[in-house]
Nanobody, 127 residues
Framework: QVQLVESGGGLVQAGGSLRLSCAASGRTISTTDMGWFRQAPGKEREFVAAINWSGSRTYYVDSVKGRFTISRDNARNTVLLQMNSLKPEDTAVYYC????????????????????WGQGTQVTVSS
C-alpha cells in the first residue's frame, strides 16, 4: 500500500507559478512511474503529466507543454509539478497517482490505469 499526499496548491493570479508536491509513504515509489491529473468542477479527471521511475522520460498533455515541468526526487519519495505561466483554465484539484502499467505513451493518460491516488490539492488561478 502506498499513501500519497499532495500539497502546494493555492490561489494565484494568471501568469503566476506554483509548485506542487506529492509525498509518498508506506513503500518506495522509486521503481514506479507516476502521474499528475486534475479535475475541474463538472469535468472529468484529466491527465496532466507523467514521469518514468528514473525521471529520464516525461510526458505532458498539450495544454501544459512548455509551462509545467514534472520531476521526482526518489531519495525523498516525492514527485513534483512545477507550474509556470498559470492560466485560469488550469484551475482544478490536482492529484498524483501511481501507474500500474509499464511506460507506454498509449496508456499514460488513462486514469483507470493508475492506483493509489492522493486526496488532491486545489489550484485556483484568477484572471
Amino acid at each position: 500500500q502506498v499513501q500519497l499526499v499532495e500539497s502546494g496548491g493555492g490561489l494565484v493570479q494568471a501568469g503566476g507559478s506554483l509548485r506542487l508536491s506529492c509525498a509518498a509513504s508506506g513503500r518506495t515509489i522509486s521503481t514506479t512511474d507516476m502521474g499528475w491529473f486534475r479535475q475541474a468542477p463538472g469535468k472529468e479527471r484529466e491527465f496532466v503529466a507523467a514521469i518514468n521511475w528514473s525521471g529520464s522520460r516525461t510526458y505532458y498533455v498539450d495544454s501544459v507543454k512548455g509551462r509545467f515541468t514534472i520531476s521526482r526526487d526518489n531519495a525523498r519519495n516525492t514527485v513534483l509539478l512545477q507550474m509556470n505561466s498559470l492560466k485560469p483554465e488550469d484551475t482544478a484539484v490536482y492529484y498524483c497517482a501511481v501507474s500500474r502499467t509499464p511506460w507506454d505513451y498509449a496508456y499514460l493518460s488513462m486514469p483507470g490505469l493508475y492506483d493509489y491516488w492522493g486526496q488532491g490539492t486545489q489550484v485556483t488561478v484568477s484572471s
